[in-house]
């Protein structure tokens, strides 16, 4: 952090040279990203037409509740809300890495900064979201094994 602050002292601009060797990584990582990108639309589809088929079957059978097991027990709308909102946690990064691999692209082939700087900035994005995610999780454990803990005392 240090040696930016000096940097900016001294109004000097840091160059960064992107090499061939970078931009194939680049060119790469967009491809795969792009596949993955489609790929998580696709499966945020089928969980939103899930969510809405499988709930509604689960409020007009008693047979389909029973059928999901435990998610059967939150109901019709507790059923397709949950799902929604799993839809939604795969659609956001998968939009991320979409909106990548299409700046990503153009950066790389075109020389474009402005694009490229985008690209960075919606993988930062993402990197964020399941950062996130991971603390979101992390926490929920430790307070599944404290509530665990509290129940073997009492």
Do not use: C, H
């Amino acid at each position: 952090m240090d040696n930016f602050e000096e940097i900016e002292k001294l109004n000097v601009q840091p160059q960064l040279i992107v090499t061939e060797e970078m931009r194939s990584y680049l060119y790469d990582m967009a491809k795969w990203a792009n596949f993955l990108a489609i790929v998580g639309f696709v499966f945020s589809g089928f969980t939103i037409i899930s969510a809405f088929t499988v709930g509604a079957a689960i409020g007009t059978s008693t047979e389909v509740a029973t059928m999901v097991g435990a998610m059967g027990k939150l109901g019709s709308l507790g059923f397709t809300a949950i799902f929604l909102v799993y839809a939604f946690a795969i659609f956001y990064p998968s939009l991320l890495l979409f909106k990548y691999a299409t700046k990503a692209k153009l950066g790389v082939l075109y020389g474009e900064q402005a694009s490229l700087d985008e690209a960075l900035g919606k993988i930062k994005s993402l990197f964020k979201y399941w950062g996130i995610i991971v603390i979101l999780f992390l926490a929920l454990y430790v307070l599944l094994i404290i509530a665990n803990f509290m129940q073997m005392k009492g």
